[in-house]
């Protein structure tokens, strides 16, 4: 005797119908909220809505560079003094250097640490011009506004990578460099997002990545990650790195970064860098292994390497005090 289908699974094709209609109705619901969770998501942040929770604020400026408004703090002794620029990693703003800021001004420095296009309480323009190129440009140009021929650039992270490619496309902007940690080639991405880079650059990445640039888990996931000492994960800190990414533009800015990431050339052609350079890495640093600190040192034939134990990717916020006293020793020693 030979069955039909029907006969076999009368049952089973009833449920499999109304099961089906089961999960479109839930996958209906999720697009619905999802939908509404992207339209609820505010465009970008206002500094007068924040100006209440943000160290030195006093110092705040904004100005229009190549049509771009930027958000730095500024503060001197003497503006005649010698400039510091202070240039924050990826996905980070001005708030990472707010323990380094009053001990180098205190030292006679004109320190300069502006929040990068796309990120703090920068403009995030929907150019598409968020290779580290374009970052360069930005701050050369924002030394032209600011009268300033000539700094020290220290930069952690991305922020050393964008002081890497000052020294090698603007040496004459350059006296000194100070690398934390600095990103330097394309590694970090197959590195930390193997798992994810063909979703950000699918073309649902730019539904798909906000949900994990702007969520809380996912921040707290990293931040765990990048410090050695978590007890220094107060909330005030968490919700300083939170507040921006929970913003459409800066999560469109961070997804821009990504996808023009390219930085192998600073790999290839940092050997011609010739200025005195102090390279500083934590020991315990997440993001980018130490070894790639000693890879920068052997290129770079007047550098210092220095690695600081008991810290992670951001020396900076881990260990201010011995971060600004190697930065401070060095320039000493630069300019005796």
Same mark, same amino acid.
């Given at each position: ?73 500024? +503060?001197? @002794?003497?503006? &005649?003094?010698?400039?510091?620029? !202070?240039?924050?990693? /990826?996905?980070? %703003? ?102 994810? +880079?063909? @979703?950000?650059? &699918?073309?649902?990445?730019?539904? !798909?990545?906000?949900? /994990?640039?702007? %969520? ?121």
């Amino acid at each position: 005797m030979i069955l039909t289908k029907r006969q076999i699974f009368p049952q089973n094709l009833k449920q499999l119908t109304r099961y089906s209609g089961i999960v479109a109705a839930a996958m209906g619901v999720a697009a619905v909220g999802f939908t509404a969770q992207h339209m609820r998501r505010p465009r970008d942040l206002r500094w007068l809505d924040h100006v209440h929770v943000l160290p030195h604020p006093t110092t705040s400026n904004f100005r229009v560079v190549d049509g771009t408004r930027i958000h730095y703090q500024e +503060q001197f @002794i003497d503006r &005649s003094s010698e400039v510091v620029i !202070l240039l924050h990693g /990826f996905c980070s %703003s001005t708030y990472t250097w707010k323990d380094c800021f009053t001990p180098l001004v205190e030292a006679g420095y004109r320190v300069i640490a502006p929040d990068l296009k796309g990120f703090g309480f920068s403009e995030k323009p929907l150019d598409k011009r968020y290779n580290i190129k374009d970052q360069v440009n930005i701050i050369i140009r924002l030394m032209d506004s600011l009268g300033i021929k000539q700094a020290t650039f220290v930069g952690n992270s991305y922020g050393g990578a964008i002081s890497m490619a000052c020294a090698l496309r603007h040496p004459e902007r350059v006296k000194k460099l100070v690398l934390l940690a600095p990103a330097h080639n394309n590694a970090i991405l197959s590195k930390r997002l193997k798992n994810s +880079q063909w @979703i950000i650059n &699918s073309g649902g990445g730019d539904l !798909l990545v906000p949900l /994990f640039l702007g %969520s809380p888990n996912v921040l707290r996931y990293y931040m765990n990650k990048m410090f050695y000492d978590k007890s220094l994960l107060t909330l005030d800190r968490y919700h300083a790195y939170l507040r921006p990414l929970t913003t459409a533009n800066c999560q469109m800015a961070a997804i821009t970064t990504i996808r023009q990431w390219q930085l192998e050339w600073i790999a290839e052609e940092m050997s011609s860098i010739d200025f005195p350079t102090l390279i500083i890495w934590g020991e315990q640093d997440w993001a980018l292994p130490v070894e790639w600190g000693a890879e920068i040192h052997f290129a770079i034939a007047k550098s210092e390497f220095i690695v600081i134990p008991n810290c992670g990717h951001l020396p900076q916020e881990e260990l201010p005090h011995d971060t600004c006293k190697l930065i401070l020793d060095f320039c000493s020693q630069v300019n005796s």
